[in-house]
């Protein structure tokens, strides 16, 4: 299978700098950098925490567009969660699962989301799940990271409001702890935390071309005039100006469709 592949090269590749990490940092060099690896592979079980994901809802009709449009495919096991967001968006979030948002799920008609649908299982399909694997791999980091800053920061400004309502020494000692606990959590993960998101904005770079594959898969299926329209309504509903990168999938969309 073409991602055990991609597993089994990063295995070796992480075996490799396990041993010259070991060189330096003796027996906990290597158990730290095997168990980083093994953390992002295990990340999807967290993704749901992460991502705010959720199982779809019998009003969404998510559940029914997504058979119909994975018995179009001729392909099955494929898994859809929701993600609740104003945006019109869908995405591949990790392993075999498709996400798409509550905005999308409400407002789209079943023909356009059974397009959207489709656009996202294309990059599922065949050896189009590897570049989907990394891409996850690539950003979940960023995303967990990112996630556990938030967290440990988010009680600070309410505590503080209740020490100003208190009018105790406490509430402000409690506001000082939880200010230390967050600013140490924030110097350990701040370093690896950009690294991260340097690496997803790279994947972000270089998924352009995933895009135009996953759009052919879409025009394939029948679902081309559908995708199509999407992509003009985000390109007319756009708030920062003209977004090219939109502008040039619409344009490959109708030179598919001829």
């Not at 029948?222 to 990168?245: H, K, Q, S």
Request: glycine residues 10%.
């Amino acid at each position: 299978m073409p991602v055990a592949a991609v597993v089994g090269v990063e295995g070796v590749l992480v075996a490799g700098v396990a041993f010259g990490v070991q060189l330096v940092w003796p027996v906990w060099g290597a158990v730290v950098v095997v168990a980083v690896w093994g953390l992002v592979l295990l990340a999807p079980l967290g993704a749901g925490r992460v991502y705010g994901y959720r199982e779809p809802r019998r009003d969404e009709r998510v559940e029914q567009v997504w058979r119909d449009v994975q018995r179009r495919a001729g392909v099955g096991g494929y898994r859809v969660v929701v993600v609740e967001s104003d945006g019109l968006n869908a995405c591949v979030p990790f392993g075999r699962t498709v996400a798409v948002t509550s905005a999308s799920a409400r407002s789209l008609p079943p023909g356009r989301l059974e397009a959207v649908l489709a656009h996202e299982l294309g990059h599922l399909l065949g050896w189009r799940a590897v570049p989907a694997f990394v891409h996850a791999q690539v950003t979940m980091p960023s995303r967990a990271l990112l996630w556990t800053l938030r967290k440990v920061w988010a009680p600070v400004a309410p505590m503080w409001k209740r020490a100003v309502a208190w009018h105790r020494p406490i509430g402000f000692v409690l506001v000082l702890l939880l200010g230390a606990l967050a600013t140490a959590v924030t110097v350990v993960v701040a370093l690896p935390a950009g690294v991260a998101y340097a690496a997803a904005l790279g994947a972000r770079v270089l998924g352009a071309r995933g895009e135009a594959r996953a759009d052919a898969v879409a025009v394939r299926l029948g679902f081309g005039a559908e995708l199509v329209a999407v992509v003009e309504e985000r390109i007319e509903n756009a708030p920062d100006g003209l977004p090219l990168p939109l502008v040039r999938r619409a344009q490959g969309l109708r030179r598919r469709l001829g």
